[in-house]
């Protein structure tokens, strides 16, 4: 009763999760209606003739707005307001300025009375010479700006220059810049003083006139900015119109790039009026198709992965990712900022193959493109290129055992992108003049995106309890504490958990799994075996056994304890979930059969079996299962008296039969033929470890 109020529980739960990501996915999808209609530039037009059902106006493509936006960016000009309290206050700050110096200069002693009037005559003239310059420089313009920040291709823009709220246009050359209207003033100030008595020119030398420019021209951000985006939401994003009943196109025609944009601008407003007019319908029909897709990603995991459904971490995870992708993909094409092609889709079987297998990265991410189709235009290229971009991302990638690989796949897929974009451009216009070349920009930032995303690895490892190739490679180096302490407390166990790695390894890269899960697993299954290293038989030295002192439930207590302190030591360094199932299932549920023997001879049969037993529970995989046969395998066979093929032959099926037939294999998806491989691979290295040469018999002549 208990077990079946907790698998309905677990069905509820695969149930809502299911939902939910299938509810926020119709969400977000858009409920305009779809055009009836597919079609492709380049390639003929494979339906009835067309004959346009309403007026509807011809809009302009991407290239062409750019363009025209670019042209009248080119010809825009930046707006400066004109301060003509500036030019005011500093004349007559000059003239001031001018005079009290000059008062202080004449009142000397060295001047003499006659000189004095000269002088006054003549810095008169030169004074309202001055003055007069600086009043037209001013009138011209002092911008505030830098010399050095204006390029040469700036003095050939034009500025507006706003004068008592009237715009006058001009340009940057015939304005000035600060040290600009500075010579010029020093270079009129030297040719008026041409003439003059050295007294006078001995005072102009020692006066100075550059403190008296300042810019009047100031840079309006506001208004510049406003008047641009002005200038840019005038441009019209029509080009003609197409009146009801005009002949759009004919079957068999060849859809050029003039026809394309017809059918491109009757499917927008198509899709518009379709999606004012019968919401509802178009909902349940996009619910109805998101639906398909749904039922068919429960239909896969339950036939070929039904290991996910039932973990519902791994399923909220498969689903989280889906709709995530989706989400993400909405948001960025509903902007309309940015091109839709930085979307990184091909993170998703990356994602999926690092944690699972290449079969369900395919699928998902077929789910995922599907899905991602209902927002974006021209749906088959959007799905033909994702498609194989995703296929060389699951093929390059596999099973990552090095970070530089992942480079490699970015790359590729980069490139994958590029050339299967470049191939529609070609099947559509026969060149590749009409490339957006903008393309290499977005499938760039793609591929960092992709980069910087597989970052995440190490959190979704963290929050789903998930394991990566990296991380396993990580755990498996013998030079990390634990493993370095397994070797210094117990040597033996040490070389044992060795020899159990390898024979575990060769086995799973005959039958399949995880050659890596499987030697991080084997490395530290008898970590627990540090508790009492002395009381097993690979770390006895000088003939002592300390089982000699202890009874046999005691000894069997000690033996079955091992599993235990391994996964309190396990869990003490952290490691992950999937290596201490290894801890836990390595020994099943089997007894400790050398002190079972013995007690059951003691006590004439009648003993407690559980006494005897490992607390398992038994394999759950296909990777804990080889771990189990490899240790039991390896451990029996340092017993043997003598290492013949067919000594060895005889341990290897003893062992795992007896292990199969007491049920230890029923949980693992593991197949007799596995096993049958399995037992031939053991064979096999066992020979070569104790050095067992092929006994061949004698030649006689005959």
């Known amino acids: ?398 099973k990552l055992y090095n970070r530089g690989q992942l480079f490699k796949t970015v790359s590729l897929v980069y490139f994958s992108y590029l050339a299967l974009t470049l191939s529609f451009y070609l099947v559509a216009d026969g060149s590749l003049r009409g490339v957006n070349w903008f393309i290499t920009l977005w499938y760039a930032i793609n591929a960092l995106l992709l980069l910087a995303s597989y970052q995440l690895v190490y959190v979704i490892e963290k929050l789903f309890g998930f394991i990566s190739d990296i991380t396993l490679i990580e755990i498996s180096n013998t030079n990390l504490d634990l493993l370095r302490k397994l070797a210094e407390v117990t040597p033996g166990t040490f070389q044992h958990s060795l020899q159990v790695a390898n024979l575990a390894e060769s086995a799973v890269q005959r039958v399949g799994g995880n050659p890596l899960l499987v030697r991080a697993g084997a490395l530290y299954h008898d970590i627990g075996k540090m508790a009492n290293p002395m009381f097993f038989i690979e770390n006895q030295q000088g003939g002592f056994n300390p089982h000699e002192n202890v009874d046999n439930v005691r000894s069997a207590e000690i033996i079955i304890n091992h599993v235990h302190e391994g996964v309190r030591i396990a869990s003490k360094a952290g490691l992950p979930e999937q290596i201490i199932d290894f801890i836990k299932m390595h020994h099943g549920t089997t007894k400790v059969r050398y002190f079972y023997n013995r007690e059951l001879q003691a006590e004439n049969g009648s003993i407690d079996e559980k006494k005897f037993s490992y607390p398992g529970p038994e394999p759950q995989t296909k990777e804990t299962a080889i771990v189990m046969m490899a240790d039991a395998v390896e451990a029996a066979s340092r017993s043997l008296k003598e290492y013949t093929i067919q000594s060895i032959d005889q341990l290897v099926e003893k062992i795992i039969d007896e292990q199969l037939n007491s049920g230890q294999y029923n949980s693992a998806d593991i197949t007799l033929r596995d096993i049958s491989q399995i037992k031939t691979i053991f064979k096999k290295k066992l020979q070569n470890i104790y050095h067992v040469r092929m006994e061949y018999p004698e030649l006689t002549n005959g």
């Open 1 to 398: 009763m208990a077990n079946d109020r907790k698998t309905g529980i677990k069905h509820f739960v695969t149930l809502m999760l299911f939902l939910i990501s299938y509810l926020v996915v119709v969400t977000v999808i858009p409920h305009e209606g779809r055009f009836k209609y597919e079609f492709q530039k380049g390639r003929p037009w494979m339906h009835e003739d067309l004959y346009a059902p309403f007026d509807f106006p011809v809009y302009k493509t991407e290239q062409e707005l750019f363009s025209e936006r670019s042209k009248l960016l080119k010809e825009f000009k930046s707006i400066y307001q004109f301060d003509s309290t500036v030019q005011r206050q500093q004349v007559e700050k000059f003239k001031s300025d001018f005079d009290e110096l000059f008062k202080k200069f004449i009142s000397t002693g060295s001047i003499t009375q006659p000189s004095r009037v000269n002088l006054k005559i003549d810095i008169e003239k030169v004074k309202h010479a001055i003055a007069d310059h600086l009043n037209q420089i001013y009138f011209k313009g002092i911008i505030d700006q830098n010399e050095n920040d204006i390029s040469n291709s700036m003095l050939k823009e034009g500025l507006v220059v706003i004068i008592n709220n009237v715009a006058y246009d001009k340009w940057f050359d015939e304005v000035y810049t600060v040290q600009k209207a500075i010579r010029q003033l020093d270079d009129y100030t030297v040719d008026a003083t041409k003439g003059i008595s050295p007294e006078l020119v001995g005072f102009l030398n020692n006066f100075s006139l550059k403190e008296y420019i300042q810019p009047n021209l100031f840079y309006d951000e506001t208004a510049t900015q406003k008047f641009r985006n002005e200038l840019i939401s005038n441009i019209s994003d029509t080009k003609g119109l197409v009146q009801e009943g005009e002949k759009i196109v004919v079957k068999g025609e060849i859809v050029n790039s003039d026809v394309y944009q017809i059918l491109a601008s009757l499917k927008k407003e198509y899709e518009k009026r379709l999606g004012s007019k019968n919401l509802y319908t178009i909902l349940l029909g996009n619910m109805l198709l998101i639906a398909a897709l749904y039922i068919g990603l429960f239909l896969f995991l339950l036939k070929f992965r039904n290991e996910v459904l039932k973990n519902n971490r791994k399923l909220l995870f498969i689903l989280l990712l889906i709709t995530l992708t989706v989400l993400i993909s909405a948001l960025i094409i509903k902007t309309s900022t940015i091109s839709m092609l930085v979307i990184p889709l091909a993170i998703v079987p990356i994602f999926v193959i690092t944690f699972f297998d290449s079969r369900l990265a395919l699928f998902v991410h077929l789910i995922t493109i599907f899905l991602v189709a209902f927002l974006v235009p021209n749906g088959f290229e959007f799905v033909f290129t994702n498609f194989i971009a995703g296929i060389v991302a699951i093929v390059v990638k596999s």
